[in-house]
């Protein structure tokens, strides 16, 4: 058995032990790779001035329950279901909503029931649905560091395509909070105490460039439950390089404050998401033609040829409601198009750059939004 008793000891011993879970860290860290990402992206949303698309986009998520060989400390599903819903919630604002791609998978091993991160990914290389984010649950989450076994809630991948994956330990999975938070970094969001950037001044005047890089989330000292009580409110006394006393929100949920005080995002944060999504995650899809569900069949319209490149055929199922409203985004969110068209139509895209766009086709009670490339 690969792991040593030691460890099993400090598993249910020290790790249980440990601050009563508050403290377990969130263990997604930012590569080279990511911070260059990263501020390409930033750099890119400041010039084009980018606001959020104003329709949903429904992101596909394959559950995986892992549990000892037994079956034993698997996670409940209808526990995660209704975090969820929560979660569903959280994101509404940022445009972003999560939909099962096919059944739970259910893995019962007592080598991946003890994950230690990245060593035991194995487990996901082979069982990860492609262009899916894949959330994986299990018994224990840890790493080790210089020697110590540390502990972890939950861990992701700010960039890539080939990683499309979330660790959540079980008991941190459904605590309101920290599944919300490690989906904030894989839609690129920075923990609001970051430092990749440099340290942010409570004065907000490198707020753009520093931290986590938003202005509407205050300088933050790196929280805990030392310096946020149960009733949620700051009691440090931490000061920044020129002196000023720190003010964060203990209620974001990118923080490092009590995960029963984390319940917000800021529109910077949502909005970034939500152009992430459309620039950096627009791969995401559901293989197994589950997400059709997601469209309501009685409004739906078809593209043709798609791709296309000179002219293209749209034609909604609506034929007996008048006029319908048409608009077109880019990748970047920005709009295209808005005019009023009727149920069938011919739409020129000669002039349109190469690459990809979203077309959406509204009436007063619902809307469809379908992905559209230029091709050369």
């Known amino acids: 058995m690969k792991r040593a008793l030691f460890l099993l000891i400090s598993f249910f011993f020290i790790t249980e032990f440990c601050l009563g879970q508050e ?32 329709f949903d986009s429904v992101v596909p998520i394959q559950l995986h329950i892992v549990g000892y060989s037994s079956g ?20 509404f604002d940022a445009g972003i909503q999560f939909k099962q791609c096919g059944n739970i998978n259910y893995v019962n091993n007592n080598e991946y029931a003890l994950f230690e991160k990245i060593n035991d990914e194995t487990l996901c290389d082979t069982a990860d649905l492609e ?6 649950f299990v018994p224990r989450l840890y790493k080790i560091s210089n020697g110590d076994t540390v502990n972890l809630c939950g861990y992701a991948y700010l960039s890539g395509v080939t990683k499309n994956r979330i660790i959540m330990k079980n008991s941190c999975a459904t605590n309101g909070s920290t599944l919300a938070h490690e989906i904030g970094h894989y839609f690129s969001l920075y923990h609001t105490h970051s430092s990749s950037f440099g340290d942010e001044l409570v004065n907000g005047s490198n707020c753009s460039t520093a931290g986590d890089s938003f202005c509407d989330t205050p300088a933050d000292p790196t929280l805990s439950t030392s310096t946020v ?51 950096y995650r627009n791969y995401l899809v559901c293989p197994l033609d589950i997400d059709s569900s997601f469209v309501n069949e009685m409004f739906d319209f078809s593209i043709y040829p798609n791709p296309g490149n000179e002219l293209i055929y749209i034609n909604s199922n609506q034929t007996s409601i008048g006029m319908l409203d048409l608009k077109i985004h ?41 992905k559209f490339v230029k091709a050369l």
């Open 23 to 54: 403290n377990v860290n969130c263990g997604t860290e930012v590569s080279e790779s990511d911070k260059y990402v990263i501020q390409q992206f930033i750099r890119d949303l400041k010039e084009n001035n980018y606001s959020k698309t104003p």
């Open 72 to 91: 034993s400390s698997a996670i409940d599903s209808i526990s995660v279901l209704n975090e969820l819903n929560d979660v569903n919630s959280y994101y």
């Open 131 to 136: 262009n899916v984010l894949n959330i994986y």
């Open 229 to 279: 009580t149960n009733s949620c409110v700051y009691i440090g006394n931490e000061q920044d390089v020129n002196g000023d006393f720190y003010n964060p929100d203990v209620t974001n949920f990118m923080s490092y404050s009590r995960k029963s005080c984390r319940d917000f995002f800021s529109e910077q944060q949502l909005s970034q998401m939500n152009a992430y999504l459309f620039a």
């Open 330 to 370: 880019d990748l970047a969110g920005k709009l295209i198009l808005d005019i009023s068209v009727n149920s069938a139509f011919v739409l020129s895209v000669e002039m349109y750059n190469y690459g990809i766009y979203f077309i959406t086709l509204s009436n007063d009670a619902n809307f469809v939004t379908k």
